[in-house]
């Protein structure tokens, strides 16, 4: 091998050896970056909702994460579609909303995914009136003035009374409105009724302003979901699968501790305790996604299909994904 040849396998030696430690190099950083990029988990939530509450209030968070420098931070919204608005301004990592919102986020190509159900009720949602309004059956809406949250879970589900009971849209005055507003509005007689959601049917029948017409029974079983910024899942997927076993323990320990959980969302909401009890019983707060469950989100991203509410397709299998859960441990 004459000396010119062996300065030449020399250097490839040098610059193989030099790719394999940047390989190398890359690699732990990869790991890395998977396990150590995020150092604060935003959550967006609604009041009443106890996993992120208990979650705090009880010390889960710290003692699940404090150890690797990451911190939570939990933001209150008045309903799933502001939850939404923020995920596509940047501004969150996980978010409780009902299922429409979730699935409207999909179609406006927001990367989400649903890892986890939080809640699941036909009995959460419903129509209530005044006691002036004279509106005693879902019949009774035609020519009256209805709130509801454009986007909602309530979206959909007024729109199934109306259907049900052959009232067209153009019969009802209908008016977008938060849920405090329509809590407001209620009050002030400034409507006739509304759709909306626990803690606020709750609310308004406890002050005796206005009276249950009737719920999501035989009308939709609604199913709440847990979701997250799909950038943050796949960079943060060990982090993201111990946060769902921090909200399963609050599940738990929430099951067991009905009075105590109540006094907590009392101190975050300002909602009081007797009033949220009601609507708590409602609520199946597993966190699985069965069947049932998946079947009822198909059923919505249907009905929003049909009624071109969405105009983009959006797949239950993109939408869904349980594949933290199952690392988690819990389905």
Known sequence: MNKKTILVVLGISILGGLISGCA????????????????????????????????????????????????????????GPAIIEAFAAGELDFGFVGDQPAVQGRANNIDLKAVASYSASESGNGLIATNESGIKSIEDLKGKKIGYTVGSVGHQLLFKYLEKAGISKEEVELLNLSPADIYSSIISKKIDGAVTWEPYLGMVQKEGTAKLIADGTGYKYNVNVIVGKEEFLKNNPELSSRLLKVFNKAV??????????????????????????????????????????????SDTIEYLKKNNTIREEVKIEDLIDTSYLKEAGIQ
Do not use: C
């Open 24 to 79: 190398e190099k890359n690699v732990k950083k990869a790991d890395n970056y998977d396990k150590n990029k995020a150092t604060v988990i935003r959550i967006g939530y609604q009041p009443g909702h106890g996993q992120p509450i208990v979650s705090d209030e009880l010390g889960f968070f710290k003692d699940e994460f404090e150890k690797d420098d990451v911190k939570v931070e939990l933001k209150q919204f008045a309903a």
């Open 252 to 297: 738990k320990w929430s099951s067991d501790n009905r009075e105590e959980i109540l006094n907590l969302i009392e101190k975050r909401s300002g909602i009081k305790k007797e009033v949220m009890r009601a609507g708590f019983e409602k609520f199946d707060q597993s966190l699985i996604l069965d069947k049932k469950k998946i079947d009822s989100i």
